[in-house]
Nanobody, 121 residues
Framework: QVQLVESGGGLVQAGGSLRLSCTASLITPYAMGWFRQAPGLEREFVAGISWSARTTLYADSVKDRFTISRDLAKSTVYLQMNSLKPEDTAVYYC????????????????WGQGTQVTVSS
């Protein structure tokens, strides 16, 4: 049973920072992605990282503000979110798939339960 457990969400003022964490029970090489879904909107890709961490991908809306990283020893992926904006408010999900990182949510078979991020203006 694959488990992904997210943490680190919360309420922050615009301009502030949060760091999300996702710990996975997977053993085989896997890529991780962060997605988010705001009320009434479709789930969208935020950032992704390959198993080796040589490849990172970002949505244009978060580039230069968010940073994805991973600690293989801890089986954990982080999403550092700086300069947060009210439009970043959403439920954030981490997802995993074997090896290659991609931006399409349907290609990720494993998902966490989500963590709420709320940015007040």
């Amino acid at each position: 049973q694959v488990q992904l457990v997210e943490s680190g969400g919360g309420l922050v003022q615009a301009g502030g920072s949060l760091r999300l964490s996702c710990t996975a029970s997977l053993i085989t090489p896997y890529a991780m992605g962060w997605f988010r879904q705001a009320p009434g909107l479709e789930r969208e890709f935020v950032a992704g990282i390959s198993w080796s961490a040589r490849t990172t991908l970002y949505a244009d809306s978060v580039k230069d503000r968010f940073t994805i990283s991973r600690d293989l020893a801890k089986s954990t992926v982080y999403l550092q979110m700086n300069s947060l904006k009210p439009e970043d408010t959403a439920v954030y999900y981490c997802a995993a798939r074997l090896i290659d990182v991609v931006t399409t949510s349907s290609l990720y078979p494993y998902w966490g339960q989500g963590t709420q991020v709320t940015v007040s203006s």
